[in-house]
DNA sequence: TTGTGTTTTATTGCCTCC
DNA sequence: GGAGGCAATAAAACACAA
């Protein structure tokens, strides 16, 4: 059953924003955790110092810090394709005056840094909605009790139920129609469209 | 100048896919 | 089996406060 209760789409978004996360965190950050691999017990032997690697330019082992020029060219190969094949690899090396094997470690990298900032900025999104959850349900726990006091402790037929606690991540909501006064009403209002606008924010990020 | 924290480049070892 | 991807890590380069 498909609710328009704004609270309660709140509600399935944030269900599936914390299976985004998750699946970011794990199985997308480590694909064969989602293929039904263990996670790896492998711990990273140290590496010598200056252990041997294909030193280019002649044995100098020095690392050298890319031109911005060189960095501004990377980035925009990487806007235009994240993945690096052969031939555009060859191409990019030779366009810059670099080895191949330095493009390919430069992506590599690249794309561990754009994953970490999709892991934040889908942790920061669910922080959000989870905040301006809290506070719409101490909102309606204010307007509960305002109404309440107003019909002498006993909430009538027409009133609005709320249902669950803060912490729940499965709070829902019924409409007070009719319970309330028009003020309250028009509150309440601002507050449900200020959660649709973090609905929508939030959807549109799900295709990244 | 120096100590310290951050960023960038590079390596290693394991995994998947063809 | 080799190529290429990824996570974890090392270490150089850099930034910056004290």
Same mark, same amino acid.
């Given at each position: 059953?498909?609710?328009?209760? %704004? #609270?309660? !789409?709140?509600?399935?978004?944030?269900?599936?924003? !914390?299976?985004?996360?998750?699946? @970011?965190?794990?199985?997308? $950050?480590?694909?064969? *955790?989602?293929?039904?691999?263990? #996670?790896?017990?492998?711990? &990273?032997?140290?590496? +010598?110092?200056?252990?041997?690697?294909?030193?280019?330019?002649?044995?100098?082992?020095?690392?050298?810090? @890319?031109?911005?020029?060189?960095? !501004?060219?990377?980035?925009?190969?990487?806007?235009?394709?994240?993945? @690096?094949?052969?031939?555009?690899?060859?191409? *990019?090396?030779?366009?810059?005056?670099?080895?191949?094997?330095? $493009?390919?470690?430069?992506?590599?990298?690249?794309?561990?840094?754009?994953?970490? !900032?999709? $892991?934040?900025?889908?942790?920061?999104?669910?922080?959000?909605? @989870?905040?301006? +959850?809290?506070?719409?349900?101490?909102?309606?726990?204010?307007?509960?009790? /305002?109404?309440?006091?107003?019909?002498?402790?006993? &909430?009538?037929?027409?009133?609005?139920? #709320?249902?669950?606690? %803060?912490?729940?991540?499965? *709070?829902?909501?019924? %409409? *007070?129609?009719?319970?309330?006064?028009?003020?309250?009403?028009?509150? /309440?209002? $601002?507050?449900?469209?200020?959660?649709?606008?973090? #609905?929508?924010?939030?959807?549109?990020?799900?295709?990244?």
């Amino acid at each position: 059953m498909v609710s328009s209760d %704004p #609270i309660s !789409k709140a509600t399935m978004n944030l269900e599936e924003d !914390k299976m985004l996360f998750a699946s @970011l965190v794990t199985a997308e $950050v480590n694909p064969r *955790l989602s293929q039904g691999h263990s #996670i790896p017990t492998r711990v &990273c032997r140290r590496r +010598k110092k200056n252990g041997k690697g294909d030193e280019e330019g002649g044995g100098d082992a020095k690392k050298r810090r @890319l031109s911005d020029e060189q960095v !501004k060219f990377l980035e925009m190969s990487f806007g235009e394709e994240e993945k @690096l094949e052969f031939g555009r690899k060859v191409h *990019l090396a030779a366009e810059l005056g670099l080895h191949p094997k330095q $493009v390919a470690v430069w992506f590599q990298n690249r794309r561990a840094r754009h994953k970490s !900032k999709q $892991v934040e900025a889908a942790y920061l999104k669910l922080k959000a909605v @989870l905040t301006l +959850k809290d506070k719409l349900f101490e909102a309606q726990e204010e307007v509960r009790k /305002m109404t309440l006091s107003k019909n002498g402790g006993i &909430c009538n037929s027409n009133g609005g139920e #709320i249902t669950g606690s %803060p912490s729940s991540s499965t *709070l829902s909501y019924q %409409p *007070l129609v009719g319970a309330v006064e028009e003020e309250e009403a028009d509150f /309440m209002y $601002v507050q449900e469209c200020e959660l649709n606008n973090y #609905i929508i924010e939030w959807a549109d990020i799900d295709g990244m």
